[in-house]
């Protein structure tokens, strides 16, 4: 063998030797790491509620005569999880002249209760864990011009409550809680589409 040869054969052995011992060595040093990360989804869970038309509002609703004002109190309790902004909607029966008051003042609302101008009355606060809103009105009134019914012919008001997540509103929740009426109908369609 030539002597270029012999030392390139011994320099190609060395480096294998060191290599594997580099390597082997290199196998003891080894790292695990792990970590779970547990997480539960919340929820809006909101109940319609009308005490005063349980009480006594339903059997005075019978045989109604103009200008009579019976109990009727829709209110909204958060069940949920989640602090919620709640929405409402009324809709009256065709042909009946029928208005709301609260606190004896006709068409009036509840406290933090707005008209939103879109069908929908809006709680205008956020509605916490367990907390009910006030009353949307707490009465109905049938109007004074009203003619005679036949009292069998029976008209439905029919209350829809709807209520979406207050959190993510805003990248504040100090700014979720200053919201407009506008800004919460704004989110109540985006969530519900």
């Known amino acids: 063998m030539n002597a270029k040869k012999k030392i390139f054969s011994i320099a190609l052995a060395a480096s294998l030797a060191a290599v594997a011992v580099v390597g082997s060595s290199l196998a003891y040093f080894t790292d695990k790491d792990e ?13 319609l509620t009308e005490p005063g038309w349980d009480a006594t509002g339903k059997e005075e609703a019978k045989e109604m ?21 709640v929405r409402v909607k009324v809709e ?52 004074t011009d009203t003619m005679n019914g036949d009292a069998t012919t029976e008209y439905d008001v029919v209350v829809y409550a709807e209520a979406v ?13 200053k919201m407009s009426v506008e800004e919460i109908a704004t989110w109540f369609n985006t969530c519900m589409q």
Not at 35 to 47: A, H, P, R, S, Y
Not at 79 to 85: H, Q, S, Y
Not at 168 to 175: I, L, M, Q, R, V
């Open 165 to 177: 997540q207050a959190q993510g509103a805003k990248a504040s929740f100090s700014d979720v809680e």
């Open 35 to 47: 970590k779970t990360n547990t997480l539960t989804i919340g929820n809006v869970d909101i109940t």
């Open 92 to 143: 009256w029966p065709e042909n009946v002249d029928l208005s709301y008051r609260t606190d004896y003042v006709d068409n009036k609302l509840g406290d933090n209760w707005v008209d939103g101008k879109d069908g929908y009355f809006y709680y205008n606060k956020v509605l916490g864990l367990n907390e009910t809103t006030d009353a949307l009105f707490d009465q109905i009134v049938l109007g």
């Open 65 to 85: 005569y103009p200008g009579e004002a019976v109990a009727k109190d829709p209110t909204v309790t958060n069940n949920g999880k989640n602090p919620a902004f």
